[in-house]
T-cell receptor, first 112, second 114 residues
Framework: AQSVTQPDIHITVSEGASLELRCNYS??????LFWYVQSPGQGLQLLLK??????LVQGIKGFEAEFKRSQSSFNLRKPSVHWSDAAEYFC??????????FGKGTSLLVTP | EAGVAQSPRYKIIEKRQSVAFWCNPI?????LYWYQQILGQGPKLLIQ????????DSQLPKDRFSAERLKGVDSTLKIQPAKLEDSAVYLC????????????FGEGSWLTVV
């Protein structure tokens, strides 16, 4: 069965600093991988997705993620964090035609 | 392009009462999902429809939850009777068939059971 682990429940970074959010997945074949962001009181917004091909994926808002099959990881990165990036971030794994399995999320706090 | 619409946005009910949530997916999206998100957790799939047929409802508590998607468009999720542990955000989402499973979410319906 597919599963996702986000090891960090909370992360605090200073504005302007770089960010890396970790995601590890468990899946037998090549997975479809996603990162979503959720601001307070809002639904989930897709940041980026990986289906196949180039393992470095660019997303919206300056985010990128790298698929590493050998490590079963799909970590999200941003070179310089803005205060507006404070939110909950969810990694998810799926398969064509089936629903996504989400991790428990990482809460990002950005300090001045 | 209009997104996934949900209503009501907020609902407070007493335990043992009933509640219904409505969802209108993105036009043309054949697949519709209902997720439950409890505070501090990731979304959990309750039910997945393709057109008006059920693909997966293995995690739907069928003794109290029901969902339907008449005519393959709008969907309704009902809880009866509600329990305190049903307090959560109910997220509706939709996707195209064969789109590589990119799922688009609505803003959610927030339920508080007191």
């Amino acid at each position: 069965a597919q599963s996702v682990t986000q090891p960090d429940i909370h992360i605090t970074v200073s504005e302007g600093a770089s960010l890396e959010l970790r995601c590890n997945y468990s899946y037998g074949a090549t997975p479809y991988l996603f990162w979503y962001v959720q601001s307070p009181g809002q639904g989930l917004q897709l940041l980026l997705k990986y289906f196949s091909g180039d393992t470095l994926v660019q997303g919206i808002k300056g985010f990128e993620a790298e698929f590493k099959r050998s490590q079963s990881s799909f970590n999200l990165r941003k070179p310089s964090v803005h205060w507006s990036d404070a939110a909950e971030y969810f990694c998810a794994v799926g398969d064509s035609g089936y629903a996504l399995n989400f991790g428990k999320g990482t809460s990002l706090l950005v300090t001045p | 392009e209009a997104g996934v619409a949900q209503s009501p946005r907020y609902k407070i009910i007493e335990k043992r009462q009933s509640v219904a949530f409505w969802c209108n997916p993105i036009s043309g999206h054949a697949t519709l999902y209902w997720y439950q998100q409890i505070l501090g957790q990731g979304p959990k799939l309750l039910i997945q429809f393709q057109n008006n047929g059920v693909v997966d409802d293995s995690q739907l508590p069928k003794d109290r939850f029901s969902a339907e998607r008449l005519k393959g468009v709008d969907s309704t999720l009902k809880i009866q009777p509600a329990k305190l542990e049903d307090s959560a955000v109910y997220l509706c989402a939709s996707s195209l068939i064969g789109s590589g499973n990119t799922i688009y979410f609505g803003e959610g319906s927030w339920l508080t059971v007191v």
